[in-house]
């Protein structure tokens, strides 16, 4: 398979041809502007191969670093006993790193994996801001929740029983609005007339 370098307007003047060529196999074309290449024309099959081995290196990655955070939780949990203790900040502060990785990796995955690590990385982030405080027993929910991206196969409605998981367990992955946005539920709204 040869590889064509074209300018944008050769490109544009021969796309029909070119098609052709790049579904036959026969090229693949580079387009460039001012002799930067700034996209290539390839196959499908190419394209569907490419796709494939990006989601198999991106779960590859994802299931390294979802080792590494559980093995980190687990031994935050080890030496962790009281709420408030200086080793649940600098996990916070690892963990976040871990996550925002993880979440990268996710979205190459599927949108599902994606949304389980986004909302692990908005607890997180939570907690450090100081807008609530992580308690020690709300380490094992958050290694439950981290173990579903461990699935192969995951849907919008497992990250949706993930965040109800959280939520039943005191952990909150909304930020608080005016600082409380529990209090925005307990007001009474007048009866209509």
């Known amino acids: 398979m040869m590889e064509l370098r074209l300018s944008v307007t050769e490109a544009r003047n021969r796309l029909p041809v070119l098609v052709g060529e790049v579904a036959e196999g026969k090229n693949q074309v580079v387009i460039t502007t001012r002799n930067e290449p700034k996209a290539v ?16 290196g991106a779960w590859r990655v994802l299931t390294e670093l979802v080792s590494e955070a559980q093995a980190l ?9 009281g709420e408030g203790e200086p080793d649940l900040y600098l996990f916070l502060v690892s963990f976040a790193d871990l996550l925002r990785d993880i979440w990268e990796a996710g ?16 607890v997180n982030r ?23 991206l461990t699935r192969r196969e995951l849907t919008m409605e497992d ?3 993930a965040d109800r998981y959280l939520l039943s ?12 946005l ?3 539920y307990d007001e009474q709204e007048p009866e209509p007339a």
């Not at 599902?112 to 692990?120: F, N, P, R, V």
């Not at 952990?171 to 600082?179: C, L, R, S, Y």
């Open 169 to 180: 367990h005191g952990i909150n992955a909304m930020f608080p609005v005016q600082g409380d």
């Open 73 to 81: 939780l687990r031994t935050t949990q080890e030496g962790c006993r």
């Open 126 to 148: 939570i907690y450090l801001a100081g807008d609530d405080r992580l308690r020690p027993e709300q380490l094992a929910p958050l290694a439950h929740v981290l173990t579903l």
């Open 182 to 184: 529990v209090a925005l």
């Open 107 to 122: 979205e190459e995955v599927s949108q599902a994996h994606a949304s389980i690590a986004s909302e692990l990385l908005d």
């Open 41 to 56: 024309i390839i196959g499908y099959e190419a394209f569907q191969r490419q796709q494939r081995l990006r989601v198999q």
């Open 159 to 161: 990250a949706a029983q």
